[in-house]
């Protein structure tokens, strides 16, 4: 059986999971290919861990492709592992070709396409075991698998018309905010202020963010998201959207895998604070409050505080 998994080689897309999920399907005698369309900073690490794993032969490696839709088409399964998505839109590219997702349930995302076990597989984030079950009773049953690609073409095709009303209800809500905001602003009035950041388990960052924002003036679909921008190339890195936004703070939960994507040797990051409405979006750098305390940490990771004016 044919198998992908498509989109950047990078640490959130964790597409080493899906090879551990290959790995084990061959231990139970099965015999998958893995196709693996996409570029990234974890290429060489994949292709290691696929001379590791023994997967030499269940595995190949297409690099960039703008052929998605064929590459999905000749597929039986999607494996979509990632740690961290926003609207997982290589779901849908997949169900729409009939090629049926197989996905950690992560938050965001997959299951605002998946209905498990209908047009598409649910199985716990991280769980290799259960992901290689639900792709092994792909392979053993043809039926199954039948049902479930053409419920997922289905699926696609839904939401595309759907998706059409809701942009135009959403060229609407625009409309009317742009006239009251004026053509020359098409974002609304916000700020990125800093006010804490707490570090739990060691894994992860949790980040709160002062945006200063009126809520009342955003369109439901109105996004805050922490973006990641390398300072050398000027290029995006990552971004995370909000987990929570109230009247004063948006809160972002930042994942180890998410962290590390930024890491690139000798190539200092920057961090934003972008709200996207629709297509209009506007980007401001993430700043301190107006203090004359100012927070930082020795080589040796101590707290220490400047001064200043």
């Keep these: 059986m044919n198998l992908i998994a498509a989109g950047s080689l990078t640490p959130n897309k964790n597409v080493a999971a899906a090879l551990e999920v290959i790995a084990e399907l061959v231990r139970r005698g099965k015999q998958p290919t893995l196709h693996i369309v996409g570029e990234g900073n974890q290429s060489e690490a994949l292709v290691q861990k696929v001379d590791e794993l023994e997967l030499g032969a269940h595995v190949v ?11 999905f088409a000749s597929c039986t399964a999607q494996l979509f592992t990632s740690t961290n998505e926003g609207q997982a839109l290589v779901i849908l590219e997949a169900q729409a070709q009939g090629c049926i997702p197989v996905s950690f349930d992560i938050n965001f995302g997959p299951s605002d396409s998946i209905t498990d076990g209908h047009n598409g597989f649910l199985v716990p984030h991280g769980d290799i ?3 290689a079950d639900r792709v092994q009773s792909l392979m053993d049953d043809p039926t199954l698998a039948a049902e479930l690609s053409e419920n997922a073409r289905n699926f696609a095709s839904e939401y595309q018309s759907r998706d059409l009303v ?9 409309t009317k905010m742009l006239k009251n ?4 602003n098409r974002v609304p009035h916000f700020e990125a202020k800093l006010r804490g950041v707490d570090f739990l388990d060691g894994q992860r960052l949790h980040v709160r963010v002062e945006h200063q924002a009126q809520l009342e003036e955003l369109p439901e679909k109105a996004i805050f998201e922490l973006v990641f921008i390398n300072r050398r190339s000027n290029e995006e890195i990552a971004s995370v959207a909000a987990s ?8 972002f939960d930042l994942e180890q895998a998410l962290l590390g994507e930024t890491q690139e040797q000798d190539a200092a990051v920057d961090m934003s604070l972008r709200l996207r409405i629709g297509k209009a979006m506007e980007l401001k750098r993430l700043g301190l409050p107006e203090s004359k305390i100012l927070p930082y940490f020795t080589k040796h990771k101590n707290l220490s505080f400047n001064r200043r004016g």
């Design 61 to 71: 490696f297409h690099g960039y492709s703008d052929q998605l839709p064929r590459h």
């Design 129 to 131: 075991q259960a992901m």
């Design 166 to 174: 809701s942009r135009w209800e959403e060229t609407l809500s625009l």
């Design 181 to 184: 905001l004026g053509a020359k």
């Design 244 to 251: 929570s936004v109230d009247e004063q703070l948006a809160v």
